[in-house]
């Protein structure tokens, strides 16, 4: 069975500090996809970035970083010098190879950017 | 370039009342999908469909749960009977193709409370 687990539920940091959410997920496919979303105050699901299981390099964008090992089962999202926008709960979701397009999220990090 | 759009954003019902969420996919995309995020649980899939057909049920509650997705107009997510546990957050969101690995974007979603 697929399972995603953020563990840490809530994180409080001030602005301009970096911080890295956690991702750590479970599946017996060797093709899968990896997606981390952003839910901000306003409710909307924004989509962040997608990865499939066999890119393993690393992705930046903008202050926004991704960091993919398969060998710990980890897909971790970093935020440098974080801005008091950034708050929002943050979503890590699997899906299997095949057949239909089914998200499995994780339950979700709360992060709080205080000024 | 619209977004999906659900609506209403905000829907009260009282028990035993229908809740009807409605949700227009992308431009350009043909398949829908309707996940819900209950306060204690997370987001879950309930369905995937496409024009006039659901293509996975899996994730629906067995009895009062339906959806539909005809050739012309919206996606309909429609609940009968609503209880209080049926309270919570519903989103559609929709992608181009079908098939995992597809980005699948989110709509606002849909927050209904039954008192």
């Known amino acids: 069975a697929q399972k995603v687990t953020q563990a840490q539920t809530e994180i409080s940091v001030v602005e301009k500090e970096d911080v890295t959410l956690d991702c750590v997920y479970e599946?017996?496919?060797?093709?899968?996809?990896l997606f981390w979303y952003k839910q901000p105050p306003s409710g909307e699901l924004v989509f962040l970035i997608r990865?499939?299981?066999?890119?393993?390099q690393n992705e930046i964008s903008g202050r926004y970083s991704w960091n993919f090992q398969k060998s710990t089962s980890s897909f971790n999202f970093t935020i440098t010098a974080s801005q008091v926008v950034d708050s929002a709960v943050y979503f890590c979701?699997?899906?299997?190879?095949?057949?239909?397009?089914?998200?499995?999220f994780g339950q979700g990090t709360r992060l709080t950017i205080n000024p | 370039n619209a977004g999906v759009m659900q609506n209403p954003r905000h829907l009260v019902r009282r028990r035993g009342q229908e809740a009807r969420l409605r949700c227009s996919p992308m431009?350009?995309?043909?398949?829908v999908y309707w996940y819900r995020q209950l306060p204690e649980e997370g987001l879950k899939f309930m369905v995937y469909?496409?024009?006039?057909?659901?293509?996975?049920e899996s994730g629906m509650p067995k009895e009062r749960f339906s959806a539909e997705f005809p050739k012309e107009g919206p996606s309909i997510l429609r609940i009968q009977q609503v209880v209080r546990g049926d309270s919570a957050a519903y989103f559609c969101?929709?992608?181009?193709?079908?098939?995992?690995?597809?980005?699948?974007?989110f709509g606002e979603g849909s927050w209904l409370t039954v008192v």
């Open positions: 969101a929709s992608s181009p193709r079908g098939g995992s690995g597809n980005t699948i974007y």
């Open positions: 599946t017996r496919d060797t093709t899968y996809y």
């Open positions: 990865r499939n299981s066999f890119d393993e």
């Open positions: 979701a699997l899906s299997e190879a095949g057949g239909a397009q089914k998200l499995v």
């Open positions: 431009k350009g995309h043909s398949h």
């Open positions: 469909l496409q024009k006039e057909n659901i293509i996975d």
